[in-house]
């Protein structure tokens, strides 16, 4: 399995991403700058999070602009997977790969914890490592994850199994307390129609490995290895 990890300005994941999948794969990413207008063969890529160019304007707009995205839209439009992480999320909606938008956090406050999430689905290459409706540990760290969208369109993502991610209680509830910026629906993460690109706002790279305090991020890096190598 090949993998390239697109680096913007400002980024502070993107080393994480790199040490979670060289972990899973046996062997590193490519890391590609922003800037590059080339990108090598993969079978997955990654937008990582962090706060690319300080996250000025919409977070993720001037992301959606560099000179990379042009050839990540052309590769996800043919079918190769892509996941957005956090501030990669964003950027997924403001190119237009992704469905909705991503606000400011509803109590307007950076919020950096560890939230419980629900996956609701296990028939993905993203989400193959887990159980549908298991419940997993993983960190958030953002001032702009309120997912947004209208009822039709909150609708179609319900009725076309879209929705990949909800924020939950440890027990797998809905509740209002478990949402932890406002999100429709409690949406944590959402997929394309064919499930072949997948934002979401936890960080699964910062829980991947013991040592870090936990490991249930780590079984989508496995499970993406798993489905793609």
């Not at 996800?76 to 997977?81: F, T």
């Not at 950027?91 to 629900?118: H, I, Q, S, W, Y």
């Not at 039709?152 to 209002?176: C, I, K, N, Q, W």
């Amino acid at each position: 399995m090949k993998a390239s990890v697109i680096v913007f300005p400002g980024s502070n994941c993107d080393r994480d991403v790199q040490v979670a999948l060289t972990d899973s794969m046996g062997r590193p990413p490519e890391m590609v700058w922003h800037g590059d207008s080339e990108l090598p063969a993969a079978d997955l890529i990654v937008l990582p999070g962090g706060f690319s160019y300080g996250d000025y304007l919409r977070s993720g707009a001037m992301a959606a602009n560099s000179p990379v995205m042009r050839e990540v839209v052309d590769r996800a439009q043919k079918g190769v997977p892509v996941l957005g992480i956090c501030n990669g999320f964003q950027t997924l909606t403001e190119t237009g790969l992704l469905p909705g938008v991503l606000m400011r956090n509803a109590n307007l406050k950076f919020v950096c914890k560890d939230v419980t999430v629900r996956v609701e689905t296990s028939q993905t290459v993203f989400t193959c490592g887990y159980e549908a409706g298991q419940t997993v540990r993983i960190p958030i760290a953002h001032h702009d994850g309120n997912y947004y969208a209208d009822d039709d369109l909150l609708d179609r993502l319900e009725g076309e199994g879209r929705v990949a991610f909800r924020y939950t209680d440890p027990e797998g509830a809905e509740t209002e307390a478990a949402n932890p910026n406002g999100s429709a629906r409690n949406i944590a993460g959402v997929f394309n129609e064919s499930k072949t690109v997948l934002g979401l706002m936890p960080h699964p790279e910062r829980l991947a490995d013991p040592a870090l305090g936990g490991s249930d991020g780590k079984a989508l890096f496995d499970g993406l290895v798993e489905a793609l190598g």
